[in-house]
């Protein structure tokens, strides 16, 4: 099958050829079909299987039968759960429809509102995060009456991050006819009620992978907690890596894993909620374009990230669940590309290990790096280092079981900035930058002191 086969106006096939598509996808083959036809669609899809051009490209093609124009008014509304994809979205939009006529604008947090408010006057497409719409409707700066096609990509996301109320509020200011379409990696009870609730006899295109790529190598790093640092640094010196994405359980220790790595000379950025949005634009490009060898970040803050010469993952800290596992794992070994995905793990670490392995239907290889100090005692008086999220730390010599239950306060759980991930900046810490000429990681702006001079405040939990 070719994109020609799908009968698309050659204005947006210009697009497709000018974006270097050739064959379409699984989910591009099942889903636009249907899209074109008008028909509710309910797609099952990881990061990666090509699901945004799945949508993009039958929109803009019954944008252009409709004689649509393409500066208002707002015609498709895209809701997204964080600023990455958003951007994402957009750009597909305007890379696919360059010739169309039709205008998108991204709608998000951490940035002003009058610049979007002005495009949004002069659009027909709108992609935006929840909070900021929401933000914009209160204001009456925002009108989405005459809108004919909606979009919820990665559902399950937005449900994990607390979008729900802000998504049926939303809905409330949709006409009731409308075409709906829904994208999610999986499907909870939640997100089926809202698909029961929301998509009409819809075409079900189910094409997720339950596991990562088979170009992907797994092994895990069996090790004491107070040692992960020392081990992810000798493993990062130890191979050629040409892109590492690590992940952290809280922002906090991104931020702080981050200018630990650059101070040991490692190229080194991190991404987590507290950023701006110029300031996560900077990182992420400085990673996709090679300035940064090594990003550290959350799993929700990751989320968007498309870099396909990612070589490495490696899981400073494990995920909550075997599902965030895969998806973490999923951002290597991309365009027939191998990758490696590499696991610190502790002794407490073997249920969640187990259910990882059993998800993948097989072991993961257990390794040790030759020449490594696995025996070195902690410093005197110091914290584990890898259980700042409320776990206990590993007996040193304890066996590769047991479980840990406590949740930390600082976990990147989606709620960014202090406001349900509607993007307000409540910090300034920037990619982090190695010493000498370089300039020294930013402060996130917390002094620890009351101003006054009086005794230190307690922390407060963040984003919650």
């Given at each position: 099958m070719t994109f020609e086969s799908f009968s698309l106006d050659q204005r947006i096939l210009a697009g497709v050829r000018a974006a270097g598509y050739t064959t379409p996808t699984p989910i591009q083959e099942r889903a636009i079909p249907s899209v074109l036809a008008g028909r509710d669609v309910m797609g099952l899809a990881q990061t990666g299987t090509g699901k945004t051009a799945?949508?993009?490209?039958?929109?803009?093609?019954?944008?252009?039968?409709a004689n649509f124009s393409g500066r208002g008014p707002v015609r498709v509304l895209v809701l997204a759960p964080t600023r990455e994809l958003a951007l994402q979205i957009h750009e597909t939009f305007v890379d696919l429809g360059r010739q169309t006529g039709m205008r998108s604008v991204a709608v998000f947090g951490g940035v002003g509102m009058h610049p979007q408010i002005k495009a949004l006057?002069?659009?027909?497409?709108?992609?935006?995060?929840?909070?900021?719409?929401?933000?914009?409707?209160?204001?009456?700066?925002?009108?989405?009456?005459?809108?004919?096609?909606?979009?919820?990509?990665?559902?399950?996301?937005?449900?994990?991050?607390?979008?729900m109320p802000d998504l049926r509020r939303i809905m409330a200011k949709l006409p009731r006819e409308r075409q709906n379409l829904l994208f999610s990696a999986t499907m909870p009870t939640e997100i089926r009620s809202l698909c029961a609730n929301l998509l009409h006899e819809p075409t079900v295109v189910q094409v997720a992978n339950t596991a990562p790529a088979e170009s992907v190598s797994h092994a895990l790093y069996p090790v004491e907690a107070h040692r992960k640092s020392a081990l992810l640094e000798a493993i990062l010196r130890e191979d050629e890596h040409e892109s590492v994405l690590v992940f952290t359980r809280t922002k906090h220790r991104a931020k702080n894993l981050a200018q630990q790595l650059s101070r040991k000379g490692f190229d080194t950025t991190f991404l987590q909620g507290n950023l701006s949005q110029s300031r996560r634009q900077e990182a992420l490009e400085g990673f996709r374009c090679g300035k940064y060898r090594v990003m550290v970040a959350t799993d929700i803050a990751a989320r968007g990230i498309d870099c396909a010469r990612i070589s490495h993952v490696i899981?400073?800290?494990?995920?909550?669940t075997a599902e965030n596992y895969t998806h973490r794992i999923g951002r290597t070994g991309r365009a027939d590309r191998s990758g490696v995905a590499i696991t610190l793990v502790t002794g407490e670490d073997a249920q969640q290990?187990?259910?990882?392995?059993?998800?993948?239907?097989?072991?993961?290889?257990?390794?040790?790096?030759?020449?490594?100090?696995?025996?070195?005692?902690?410093?005197?008086?110091?914290?584990?280092?890898?259980?700042?999220?409320?776990?206990?730390?590993?007996r040193p010599g304890g066996r590769f079981g047991g479980r840990g239950n406590g949740r930390g306060n600082d976990r990147d759980n989606g709620r960014e900035n202090g406001r349900d991930g509607r993007g307000r900046s409540d910090g300034k810490p920037q990619g982090a930058k190695p010493q000498g000429n370089a300039a020294k990681p930013a402060s996130d702006g917390r002094s620890g002191r009351s101003g006054r001079g009086g005794p230190r405040r307690p922390r407060q939990p963040d984003a919650r």
């Open positions: 799945a949508f993009v490209l039958p929109i803009l093609q019954r944008m252009l039968a006057r002069q659009s027909s497409v709108v992609v935006a995060c929840p909070g900021r719409l929401i933000d914009l409707l209160n204001q009456g700066a925002a009108d989405l009456s005459q809108v004919n096609t909606l979009v919820l990509d990665e559902a399950d996301r937005m449900l994990d991050m607390g979008f899981n400073f800290d494990l995920p909550d290990v187990r259910m990882i392995e059993r998800t993948l239907g097989q072991s993961i290889a257990r390794r040790q790096l030759a020449g490594f100090d696995y025996d070195a005692p902690a410093p005197a008086g110091a914290r584990a280092e890898s259980r700042s999220d409320g776990r206990s730390a590993g």
